[in-house]
């Protein structure tokens, strides 16, 4: 072969290797390096008495240690740790995170260690042995052999044709073209220059394509941190959740204990207001409406006193009633002129004994008879009726508007005192009379209620009951809907727990995670039923003396 080829054979040889290299190092599939292993936590121990747990996790040559309540899980941060390691004895250090440190340098050795942890709190101490076992570092992963990268090209080769993939054909088409060039310069030499540029610009092009594919990584695996805590869901469904997160989820727990408790049942009921604090304010006569001396309305949420002026309300005059009063004016006015012409002329005749004293008081009082009743009728027009506040409390609704005709008996506004509201429930069941209830919000929260009495008349077949709201919160509104749960006479036998223990399973069973490990929790299904608004009566599912997740556990149900 003449030597003025190899230059052009050579750029050929490199297109056609990136080729390759592009056909092996398409989206999700990587032939030249294994999977990624799983993540792997950190060396840990743990240790644990009847009223302490203890978990000891080493990373980076320190021991950091996580000292909980056995019942609650809650952290103990208050503790005097002592740990005897294979180096001597060592005191722990509180840490910001609620933690204990120490150094550990001989954790950087592979090997099996037991160490002994002393832990002094509450005025009690407990010994808390810990076996480590720190593994060997994972050996380099092997280079592929020539071999077996050839029979993955040729293997995927063959896939994505079966498959359809346009790739391999693009793969085809650029060998055409190299062919072509070859041919070119087998016939013209002096194109070779020119057509090795080609050949090389054109395997330039190609190579990031070759390079970039999405899901293609051309180093190693990115093998996980070493030591890398993470929550995850176990291939048996339990859930591995280390330490420090527990602590930033907050996880708590409670210790089950069977009890007999009074069945439930669920009433809807409405918050109303307490018929001894709330009062409406209504016009016993229609007229129109207009604000008080004060120039305004009392407006929405506005606290007022018994007895002060919300609105006035003027009656209307009709026409007809104008000319009858005007004429009654008239004669009022002629009659109260004629007894002051008598009563003056009285007043001259009295000293001589002409006029009796008694005829002069007579007239005297018929005048300021007549003189009332005509101040009477200048009243009617010119004094309107005053709305005041029956009682003390806020305005909780109000409709009155400036000139607008306010009817006898239509309700202008109501008066709720926040802090006395009632809650009225319907009962289709017999309910244990006399007991005090709960209610459940919307959001979840809860209200503690006294039972206030009972209706003798049904309504919609239900029966009316009455709950006080002890403590109302300021943003309980009336009219809000909440759900009643009053006790039955009927007893049961179950275990209670909060009603943020359960959660709901991917098939819309009822679940709760028992903590059966420092850092290991179990999904178990149960049956439950409504106890009170803030807990539910397990009554199968988990025995008593199991340790139940009581906060967290929606958190912990979407860890996969």
């Known amino acids: 072969m003449p030597v003025s080829f190899v230059p052009a054979l050579r750029a050929a040889a490199l297109a056609l290797g990136l080729w390759a290299a592009a056909a092996t190092a398409h989206e999700g ?106 593994p060997e570092p994972p050996p380099p992963p092997a280079a592929d052999d020539a071999w077996a990268q050839s029979l993955a090209v040729a293997h995927d080769f063959r896939r994505h044709i079966e498959e359809a993939d346009p790739l391999p054909f693009a793969v ?25 540029l080609v050949v090389f610009v054109l395997a330039l092009a190609l190579a990031p394509r070759a390079f970039a594919h999405e899901g293609h990584d051309d180093g190693g695996p990115l093998a996980a941190p070493s030591g890398q805590d993470l929550a995850r869901r176990m291939p048996d469904g339990a ?77 209307p005059v009709q026409a007809v009633d104008v000319s009858d009063m005007r004429q009654r004016q ?71 508007v400036a000139g607008q005709m306010a009817s006898p008996g239509v309700q202008v506004f ?8 009632w809650v009225e429930a319907l009962s289709f069941d017999a309910l244990a009379t006399g007991q005090d209830a709960t209610a459940r919000l919307a959001d979840g929260r809860s209200l503690r209620l006294s039972f206030m009495g009972a209706g003798l008349a049904d309504r919609s077949q239900a029966v009316p009951m009455h709950f006080a709201v002890q403590g109302a919160p300021l943003e309980l509104r009336t ?35 028992e903590h059966t490990a420092p850092e290991r929790f179990e999904p178990r299904e149960v049956r439950v039923e409504p106890l009170d608004a803030g807990r539910v009566l397990v009554v199968s599912g988990v025995a008593p003396g199991k340790r139940i997740v009581t906060q967290g556990a929606e958190l912990l149900n979407q860890v996969r």
């Open 29 to 134: 599939h990587d032939h030249e390096e294994p999977p990624a292993a799983a993540t792997v936590s950190a060396p840990r121990g743990a240790s644990s008495s009847q009223t302490l747990e203890l978990v000891a996790v080493a990373r980076s040559g320190r021991l950091s240690l996580y000292l909980d309540r056995a019942g609650t899980n809650e952290p103990v941060t208050d503790a005097t740790i002592t740990a005897e390691t294979p180096e001597g004895t060592a005191p722990a250090e509180a840490m910001p995170d609620g933690s204990y440190g120490l150094p550990a340098h001989w954790s950087t050795h592979a090997g099996e260690y037991e160490v002994l942890f002393t832990v002094q709190s509450g005025g009690t101490t407990d010994l808390f042995p810990v076996a480590l076992t720190i």
């Open 172 to 196: 085809g088409g650029a060998g055409f073209l190299l062919g072509v060039v070859l041919t070119l310069l087998m016939r013209g030499r002096r194109r070779v220059p020119a057509a090795a």
């Open 479 to 513: 009219g809000q809907f909440v759900t009643v749960l009053a006790a039955l006479d009927a007893q049961q036998t179950g275990l209670a727990l909060p009603r943020t223990s359960v959660v709901r399973g991917g098939n819309g069973q009822s679940l709760v995670y």
């Open 239 to 315: 859930i591995f959740v280390p330490k420090p997160t527990q602590r930033v989820l907050a996880v708590r727990t409670v210790v089950t204990a069977s009890d007999t408790l009074s069945r439930t049942v669920e009433l809807p009921g409405r918050i109303i207001p307490d018929p001894s604090a709330s009062g409406v304010v209504q016009s016993s006569v229609g007229g129109r409406l207009a604000p008080p001396d004060s120039g305004r309305f009392p407006r929405l949420g506005t606290r007022v006193r018994k007895g002060e002026v919300l609105a006035t309300v003027t009656p």
């Open 414 to 421: 109501q008066i709720v005192e926040p802090s006395r509201l």
């Open 330 to 400: 008239g004669e009022l006015d002629q009659q109260i002129a004629i007894i002051e012409r008598r009563v003056e002329r009285y007043r001259k005749l009295a000293p001589g004994g002409a006029v009796s004293q008694v005829q002069l008081d007579d007239a005297l009082a018929e005048l300021k008879g007549l003189a009332d009743r005509r101040a009477a009728l200048d009243a009617i027009r010119q004094h309107p009726e005053a709305l005041t506040a029956p009682v003390d409390g806020v305005i909780a609704e109000a409709s009155a």
